[in-house]
């Protein structure tokens, strides 16, 4: 790849969530990934209703909720390279236009099984488009040095609307039934529609190459080429992705604190998030990036100890907080991906991590029913670590090439 890279991020002059929201691009980006957050948390859980009432299925249920996570794969591997096309907005736009029929199609009462899940593959496959067209526009719409901040409010965001949308979903569908609740998150992907329309502008940057399968193969082969974005996509991914699989085991190793735990999950999340996102300088959270990569999986060590809940809630809180870990290292990935690709790494990341969440959920699944759900936990926390700990030097190589020091 061409090495026009971002500089290093400053952390001479702090950037705050005002000031970011106060960027006309910055705010049109965030105001329209928080409405489709918003309606996809509505519609998930309209959606999981209605395949759950219709088939009687938990399997069904569930792939129908988060089923469309394993599509962004596909979007990685096939056209991801269109979110660094030359009119991004224009594909984000039509993109979202695509989103808002196919929320709308699963609305239609009658709609077949088989179409529903047809409709769910399609939604995945662009959503994993979007974010990476959004990624992108992102990435010139704030400066190097706001790259984390912004990040890290858009994750708190993500957060707590998917929070609040499944609360209110659940509290509609008490009221109506799930098609009309489909309706509404159909509406918020409208206004998200026309956000992108009124605020965004069209990133001043043009492809080396066409757009297409060709193209996202080429890129994706230089991407993997590199050691440096090797090791970061590998921290990015796994050790995220076994943690995350850690977390689904919550409801069959403690049923009755299940909700809890996952409560505490979700608030250290949030609280890394704005800590090492906002308050944190750039320097500072370089340096602190193997810490908090440890912080992601050790507290889950404990579970082999079956402790006392309030044991167990300290540690999964504690855990989650680690999960800013990625902020510093997509922060190196960006600085060592060409300003004409940064949206399809960025949406290679992305789908990676939604996938290998996947694939850590299904792994711990599996070794839950041979060796038990509190030695499932602890073996995929130990693995984490143990991916962390081996591919230090690596992502301290990588730093050094981005620029920050080579801090791991």
């Keep these: 790849m061409p090495s026009d890279t971002l500089a290093p991020p400053s952390s001479a002059v ?15 980006l965030f105001t329209s990934f928080t409405l489709t957050v918003a309606a996809n948390a509505l519609a998930g859980l309209a959606l999981g209703t209605l395949v759950g009432r219709q088939t009687g299925s938990p399997f069904l249920t569930a792939v129908s909720m988060y089923g469309a996570t394993f599509a962004t794969v596909l979007g990685a591997l096939t056209l991801m390279s269109v979110a660094d096309g030359r009119r991004p907005r224009r594909t984000l736009l039509v993109l979202h236009g695509v989103s808002l029929a196919g929320t709308a199609a699963q609305a239609v009462p009658g709609l077949p099984l088989v179409g529903r899940f047809g409709v769910l593959v399609v939604l995945g496959f662009v959503q994993s488009l979007g974010t990476a067209t959004r990624m992108g526009l992102l990435a010139e719409a704030v400066p190097a040095a706001g790259y984390a901040p912004a990040r890290s409010l858009m994750n708190i965001a993500s957060g707590g609307l ?3 949308g499944c609360a209110a979903g659940a509290a509609l569908l008490q009221q109506v039934d799930p098609q009309r609740v489909l309706a509404v998150a159909a509406g918020l992907s409208a206004l998200s529609l026309l956000v992108v329309a009124a605020g965004v502008r069209e990133r001043p940057i043009g492809p080396v190459r066409r757009p297409g399968l060709r193209s996202t193969w ?3 082969a230089l991407l993997f080429a590199d050691p440096g974005r090797r090791a970061l996509l590998l921290n990015l991914w796994v050790p995220n992705g076994l943690v995350v699989g850690c977390e689904a085991l ?8 299940a909700g809890v735990l996952l409560a505490a999950a979700s608030a250290g999340m949030m609280a890394g998030d704005l800590v090492v996102g906002r308050l944190v300088p750039a320097a500072v959270r370089h340096r602190l990036a193997f810490r908090l990569r440890l912080l992601l999986a050790v507290p889950f060590l404990l579970f082999a100890l079956r402790p006392p809940t309030a044991v167990l809630v300290v540690a999964v809180f504690a855990a989650g907080a680690g999960f800013a870990a990625t902020l510093p290292l997509q922060e190196r990935l960006l600085a060592l991906s ?4 940064r949206g399809q790494v960025q949406g290679v ?17 599996g070794t839950a029913q041979v060796l038990g759900t509190g030695t499932a936990i602890t073996l995929l926390a130990a693995v984490s670590v143990a991916v962390t700990v081996l591919s230090r030097p690596a992502v301290a190589r990588a730093g050094r090439a981005a620029g920050d020091g080579g801090v791991s």
């Design 162 to 164: 998917t929070v609040l």
């Design 349 to 365: 990341e992305s789908a990676g991590r939604m996938t290998w969440q996947g694939i850590g959920a299904a792994l711990a699944g």
């Design 250 to 257: 919550f409801v069959p190793f403690a049923p009755e604190r």
């Design 338 to 341: 060409p300003g004409h690709v």
């Design 218 to 220: 080429a890129t994706n």
């Design 14 to 28: 702090p950037t705050t969530y005002r000031t970011l929201l106060r960027t006309g691009r910055f705010a049109a």
